[in-house]
Nanobody, 123 residues
Framework: QVHLVESGGGLVQTGGSLRLSCVAS????????MGWFRQVPGKEREFVAA????????YYSDSVKGRFTISRDNAKNTVDLQMNRLKPEDTAIYYC????????????????WGQGTRVTVSS
């Protein structure tokens, strides 16, 4: 079992930055690839970024590539999402997720999810 808790969401103006953090407790954090997803009410959960177990590989959706950076610190059991040059279309609830499989863009692959943190980007 892995328990995930996100933080760092909030309200920011277009062009601003936020840093989301996800803290994991439970089984060895380095056993899991981690992902960030986001969801707008009424829409499907959307892949944002993923990172391999030791951080050697990262993956991004086209919509955030070049603006967002995913990183992890296995000593602290954290995975972060640095979000720069935010746009109104980035407004969503952001979730971190863990999988014992390889990093993946598909939500169904992930076994554990946090409760989400809300990000609102004003225009």
């Amino acid at each position: 079992q892995v328990h995930l808790v996100e933080s760092g969401g909030g309200l920011v103006q277009t062009g601003g930055s936020l840093r989301l953090s996800c803290v994991a407790s439970g089984r060895a954090f380095s056993s899991y690839a981690m992902g960030w997803f986001r969801q707008v009410p009424g829409k499907e959960r959307e892949f944002v970024a993923a990172i391999s177990r030791f951080g050697y590989s990262t993956y991004y959706s086209d919509s955030v590539k070049g603006r967002f950076t995913i990183s992890r610190d296995n000593a602290k059991n954290t995975v972060d999402l640095q979000m720069n040059r935010l746009k109104p279309e980035d407004t969503a609830i952001y979730y971190c997720a863990a999988t014992m499989k390889s990093p993946n863009t598909t939500p169904d692959v992930y076994d554990y999810w946090g409760q989400g943190t809300r990000v609102t980007v004003s225009s």
